[in-house]
């Protein structure tokens, strides 16, 4: 079980910092993504990270704003979000993939374990 935390209302330009926290797997064992969908568009990817957190991908669009981190004593990941923009605005989810390789780009599909999503909004 996956659920996610911390989104609300904030200005441009401002930060969040979004928390997944994970329950009843081994969580060390899942790549954990980030995924937003804004309203009246598909779900896209944010960011990715490895296992052990060492290796990390961004979307194109945070990248350089947005730092995912994990802490698998705590079984929780993390998006800090900086420098927000009004076309941030949207439902975030995390997700869990179990999957023994990583690669730059890991579909939605890939991923087994969805948590309900928070909502972000942006402000301008």
């Known amino acids: 079980q996956l659920q996610a935390s911390g989104g609300g209302l904030v200005q441009a330009g401002g930060s969040l910092r979004l928390s997944c926290a994970a329950s009843?797997?081994?969580?060390?064992?899942?790549?954990m993504g980030w995924f937003r969908q804004a309203p009246g568009k598909e779900r896209e990817f944010v960011a990715h990270?490895?296992?052990?957190?060492?290796?990390?991908y961004y979307a194109d669009s945070v990248k350089g704003r947005f730092t995912i981190s994990r802490d698998n004593a705590k079984n929780t990941v993390y998006l800090q979000m900086n420098s927000l923009k009004p076309e941030d605005t949207a439902v975030y989810y995390c997700?869990?993939?179990?999957?023994?390789?990583?690669?730059?780009?890991?579909?939605?599909?890939?991923?087994?374990?969805w948590g309900q999503g928070t909502l972000v909004t942006v402000s301008s």
């Open positions: 990270i490895s296992w052990g957190g060492a290796g990390t």
């Open positions: 009843g797997r081994t969580f060390s064992n899942y790549i």
């Open positions: 997700a869990a993939a179990n999957l023994k390789k990583i690669a730059t780009m890991i579909p939605a599909s890939e991923y087994d374990y």
